[in-house]
């Protein structure tokens, strides 16, 4: 990304990739409160369809296949509902994360901005209990260690070192010297440079 890692990036810099690249914003589907969930689900054409069933095997006398099947009907819609609650929950975690405060290195200063604001080629310093604002190269680490369950599901802490991957057919989970948007530094510091952002992170393509 040619970036100057003693200076960061420079004003006409940060103008220049913010209209290229625009905000660091991860996308996702509108956030949505639990009484709008439910009428969304309410709406639900098979809902509405398993229960008109329900209610006519009842009526005819079938109440034991009445039964059973209202009762698989209210087990489909509390599954149902449940998986949409939980992605609900994961879209406004993303909102938080999105405005939560990053720390950089802009014309020579360290910077305090919001996560949105980040930009690729952007100087990151990765601090214990800070999120990833976005996908970062490491260029420096001092014993970095970060969680990175929602990105590759291993629920351990992982090492992260400034290395040179040779291999380019590798997952994830061995790119041992990039640490992704939304990962939790759990232990020591580093410095990065911001490879990715927004839709192009890896957290967007999952």
């Known amino acids: 990304l040619n ?5 960061g990036l420079k004003l006409d810099e940060v103008l220049e990739l913010k209209e290229k690249h625009g905000e660091n914003y991860t996308p996702h589907l509108a956030y949505i409160n639990v009484s709008d969930l439910i009428i969304k689900l309410v709406k639900q054409i098979w809902v509405i369809i398993l229960l008109v069933i329900s209610v006519l095997l009842l009526v005819t006398g079938a109440y034991i296949t009445g039964f059973l099947d209202l009762s698989l009907t209210i087990i489909s819609i509390l599954l149902y ?17 999105d405005s939560s405060e990053a720390v950089v290195l802009r014309d020579g200063k360290v910077s305090h901005i919001l996560g949105y604001e980040i930009l ?29 369950t929602g990105i590759t599901g291993e629920n351990y802490d992982v090492n992260k070192y400034e290395t040179k ?20 530094v759990v232990e020591g510091s580093g410095v990065g440079v911001v490879t990715a952002t927004g839709a192009d992170t890896e957290l967007s393509s999952i």
Request: aromatic share 8%; net charge negative; glycine share 2%.
């Open 3 to 7: 970036s100057d890692v003693k200076n």
């Open 120 to 148: 690729p080629g952007d100087i990151v310093f990765l601090e214990k209990g800070r999120v990833v604002p976005a996908d970062v190269r490491i260029l420096e680490s001092d014993d970095l260690k970060v969680r990175q």
């Open 81 to 97: 509902f449940s998986e949409e609650y939980k992605n609900n929950k994961k879209f406004k975690y993303l909102d938080k994360l």
């Open 165 to 184: 991957i040779e291999e380019r057919d590798i997952s994830l989970s061995e790119m041992n010297n990039v640490a992704f948007k939304s990962s939790l």
